[in-house]
């Protein structure tokens, strides 16, 4: 069983940056494909992007040069690096963790609680 932890959310204003983390606990981290979501009031959950167990990357286009996802091994922890935010970048983001690549929410067998990001215009 898989745990995951967000932390990092909070108010910024356009343009701004902030920093996610989800740190993981109970399963090979090395192995696992770790994804972000969002999602907004009234909308569905939202693909973000992705990191395999090879360390291959993947976004959604509306993140692309914006986003990094990156993770340190040896701390067992997944970050989003979110640059240029713009105020339909507000929602609830989510880190899963599932054993293979997907940007279907229903492929992530373990998720975390959610961490609220909201930018101002």
């Known amino acids: 069983q898989v745990q995951l932890v967000e932390s990092g959310g909070g108010l910024v204003q356009a343009g701004g940056s902030l920093r996610l983390s989800c740190a993981a606990s109970g399963g090979t981290f090395s192995s696992l494909t770790m994804g972000w979501f969002r999602q907004a009031p009234g909308k569905e959950r939202e693909f973000v992007g992705a990191?395999?167990?090879?360390?291959?990357?993947s976004y959604v286009e509306s993140v692309k040069g914006r986003f990094t996802i990156s993770r340190d091994i040896a701390k067992n922890t997944m970050y989003l690096h979110m640059n240029s935010l713009k105020p339909e970048d507000t929602a609830v983001y989510y880190c899963?963790?599932?054993?293979?690549?997907?940007?279907?929410?229903?492929?992530?067998?373990?998720w975390g609680q959610g961490t609220q990001v909201t930018v101002s215009s």
């Open positions: 990191i395999t167990g090879g360390d291959i990357t």
């Open positions: 899963a963790a599932g054993t293979y690549y997907s940007t279907s929410h229903l492929a992530y067998a373990f």
